[in-house]
């Protein structure tokens, strides 16, 4: 079983920077600073770019043909090069007007809680799903529509169960195969669900792709993949990181003002554009410390050596799981000042800490394949939201938002309440 980052985090502290773990007769190598992080990934890219194989990876990825989960090969290459490419050209054409439409959409939907305390982590949710399901299928939702509700209760139940204890231990005791396992069958038949609903879609997605890629096709299962990796890597991470943002915001509401007086003087009244980017240095840095403190996800996702290779100095052997501890990397004191701090000053002046040392993207051949759109993300909707509203504790009596979240595969806020209240114009 994988430890959550915080445990990771606390072994880091304890046996330094790169350790060794066994699992079953699987040997895992935890790397703890962005130092090592970027040897591997990015030095050493051609040797740590492999993803390990399992038996229940296979059954939720089409047999590992999914981007984010297919193990480096000359067919993964042409279809994340593919997947890259597409979401480049929609970056440039589409995007702004994409994100700028679920942005205003979002500020509809907070005018309308008319200064209610409410959870915003639905509403994150469907604003950073209508991005990816309007680039992919061209189409978008509310929170109310059964296809939306549909689609996002197969894709977290595909998450949560693919993560309990009765599935991962297929992969380390093949021998539980072949024993009645409920949770299993839920999962199988979720996956079925999910290849249904996204199969409506496919067709479209298909000759919006062929058309972008000048003729160069993927195989169908590919295609379909295609999806699944967007739709889960783009929407649970954006969402979840949106709520981290107003959480940290609520306990430090002098830097909300200040993030609100910097859009108020830059913008002068101007809707924001991601080109505004260079003259908001101080949006930009709170942007940055939320990732630093909560990368969405804290663990990446893992990498496996596909030859023998050497980080920091020791001896790799092929197939080791590479798992990069970005939350660890991001709180390392010899790099961050006070790491624990939610401090953006620190992304102005020096000696705070580096930008190089932030990596909540990971890097190398498995970066984020959405990076540039969740940057595009989280510039615009921060900027709106914070220009638009003032957001309050949800009471004088209720504590203000749990900053320790809750470690998944996506580190989440825990739930908290919020009071969005109208900037006056
Ligand atoms: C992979 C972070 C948003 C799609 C990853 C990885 C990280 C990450 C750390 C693993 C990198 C590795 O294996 O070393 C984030 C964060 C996001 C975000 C912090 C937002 C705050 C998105 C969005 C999309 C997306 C919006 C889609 C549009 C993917 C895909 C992969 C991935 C497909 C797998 C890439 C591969 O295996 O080659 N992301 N992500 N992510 N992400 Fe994101």
Same mark, same amino acid.
């Given at each position: 079983m994988l430890t959550t980052s915080k445990q990771t985090f606390s072994l880091a502290r304890r046996y330094g920077n790169i350790y060794r773990l066994y699992c079953g007769n699987t040997t895992m190598v935890i790397l703890n600073s962005s130092e090592i992080i970027r040897? &591997? /990934?990015?030095?050493?890219?051609?040797?740590? &770019?492999?993803r390990p194989h399992s038996y229940t990876g296979d059954k939720v990825s089409g047999g590992g043909q999914s981007i984010s989960l297919g193990d480096y090969s000359e067919e993964w290459k042409t279809h994340r090069r593919l997947a890259h490419s597409a979401l480049q050209r929609c970056t440039a054409d589409s995007l702004h007007s994409i994100i700028e439409k679920q942005a205003l959409h979002l500020k509809q939907v907070l005018l309308d809680?008319?200064?209610? &305390?409410?959870d915003l982590s639905e509403d994150f949710t469907v604003a950073a799903s209508n991005v990816i399901t309007t680039l992919t299928f061209g189409k978008s939702y509310n929170k109310s529509s059964v296809e939306l509700q549909e689609l996002h209760g197969c894709l977290n139940?595909? #998450?949560a169960l693919w993560g309990s204890p009765w599935i991962t231990a297929l992969d380390s005791f093949p021998l539980l195969r072949w024993l009645p396992n409920p949770p299993f069958s839920r999962l199988m038949k979720e996956v079925a669900r999910r290849n249904e609903l996204i199969r409506t879609h496919l067709e479209e997605f298909k000759v919006q792709t062929e058309g972008l890629n000048k003729g160069v096709t993927l195989t169908a299962i590919r295609m379909h993949m295609t999806i699944v990796d967007l739709l889960i890597g783009g929407t649970e991470t954006a969402a979840a990181w949106l709520s981290w943002a107003i959480a940290f915001l609520l306990h430090r509401p002098e830097v909300q003002a200040a993030v609100h007086e910097e859009l108020r003087t830059v913008l002068q009244g101007q809707d924001p554009r991601y080109s505004d980017r260079h003259r908001l240095p101080y949006l930009c840095a709170v942007i940055n410390e939320v990732l630093r403190l909560r990368p969405v996800a804290?663990?990446? #996702?893992p990498h496996k050596a596909s030859r023998d290779s050497r980080i920091a100095g020791y001896f790799i052997p092929k197939d080791t799981v590479i798992i990069p501890n970005l939350f660890g990397a991001h709180h390392d004191p010899e790099v961050w000042s006070d790491p624990y701090s939610f401090r953006p000053e620190r992304f102005l002046d020096r000696g705070g800490g580096s930008l190089r040392a932030l990596m909540p993207f990971g890097g190398g051949a498995r970066l984020c394949l959405g990076e540039s759109v969740a940057k595009m993300e /989280?510039? /615009?909707?921060?900027?709106y939201l /914070?220009?638009?509203f003032q957001f309050m504790p949800a009471s004088q009596e209720e504590p203000l938002p749990d900053l320790r979240g809750v470690a998944s595969v996506v580190l989440k806020a825990r739930p908290y309440r919020v009071i969005a209240r109208p900037r006056a114009k």
């Open positions: 040897e &591997a /990934l990015v030095k050493k890219w051609s040797d740590f &770019a492999g809680y008319n200064e209610k &305390a409410v139940e595909i #998450v804290p663990l990446a #996702v /989280l510039f /615009l909707f921060t900027a /914070l220009r638009d």
